[in-house]
């Protein structure tokens, strides 16, 4: 098990205070303050989420080791200021995600996509929300896509490609329409969403999603994401950690948390 100084230095280095990671662990405080005196084991889960918080492999954690390569390097989800490489203007989609992002993008549009405030930006929103929220609840990606801050809002940088292969296989008809004063772009879908790709517990979850937002307009969308914590803790143009919705507000927060002291 990881050396006691080393969680409580790891901690301190990160910048986390103990209620942060007891409210990580959905531990009390003082429980999270024995781990740290070493009155009070670690569970293997712990451990994992614990490693994921400090950007660590399980077990170089457990080992208590920090290795000295980026890929272990220690980074404070709430202040990820990490610039975007080279190599992310290079988009590559694993094909699982790529079908999972296809079927939940159809069935979207099945279910909301006619009404006449879902264009290309509210459609952006509705999946951000539907993967972080997903995140914060369940601690598991649905989709794991990727999206950075841009002055809208969070925006899918996979988006692009994947529409564009679905146009091609004629999965998606892309049309331009106006709502109000403005141009939009709006999405037809051209088959079914294959749901049995997806469980009912994603099923009911993207519901839950689109019944609490897909009635906002693109601008109520993007205005509300503005004040979620992901996106304001990072800059422009970076890609946003799936790790800060644990530090959203009420007015956010899709999970209920155990109190913390």
């Keep these: 098990m990881a050396k006691l100084n080393f969680i409580k230095k790891i901690r301190e280095n990160s910048k986390y205070s103990q209620a942060a990671v007891a409210k990580k662990l959905n531990i009390s405080r003082p429980t999270y303050i024995q781990i740290e005196k070493g009155e009070r084991e670690l569970t293997v889960s712990e451990a994992q989420k614990l490693a994921s918080l400090f950007n660590l492999s399980l077990d170089n ?7 000295d390569n980026d890929s272990n390097r ?5 202040t990820d200021r990490q610039p975007p490489q080279k190599d992310d203007a290079r988009i590559i989609v694993p094909q699982a995600k790529a079908e999972k992002f296809k079927e939940i993008l159809l069935y979207l549009l099945k279910k909301v996509g006619a009404k006449p405030n879902i264009g290309e930006t509210a459609i952006y929103k509705l999946l951000y929300f539907i993967d972080f929220d997903f995140y914060e609840k369940y601690e598991e990606q649905i989709i794991g896509a990727h999206y950075i801050k841009n002055h809208y809002g969070p925006t899918p940088v996979e988006f692009k490609k994947i529409v564009d292969e679905m ?10 329409s106006r709502h109000f004063q403005y141009e939009q772009k ?9 749901l ?3 469980s009912a517990r994603e099923i009911k979850h993207i519901d839950d999603v689109l019944a609490r937002l897909s009635d906002k307009n693109a601008k109520e969308l993007s205005d509300y994401s503005h ?9 422009p143009g970076e890609r946003i ?3 800060s919705v644990f530090y959203r507000d009420d007015a956010h927060s899709v999970r209920q948390y155990d109190d913390v002291l």
Excluded: C, M, N
């Excluded at 954690?61 to 290795?67: T, Y």
């Excluded at 220690?74 to 709430?78: D, M």
């Excluded at 146009?167 to 331009?176: F, G, S, T």
């Excluded at 709006?186 to 294959?194: A, G, Q, S, V």
């Design 61 to 67: 954690f457990l080992a208590g080791d920090i290795a």
């Design 167 to 176: 146009e091609e296989k004629k999965e998606i008809e892309r049309v331009k």
């Design 196 to 198: 049995d790709s997806l």
């Design 227 to 235: 004040t979620d914590v992901p996106w304001q803790v990072h800059s």
């Design 186 to 194: 709006k999405y037809l879908p051209l088959r079914e969403p294959r």
């Design 241 to 243: 950690s799936y790790e």
């Design 74 to 78: 220690v980074v404070l989800a709430k």
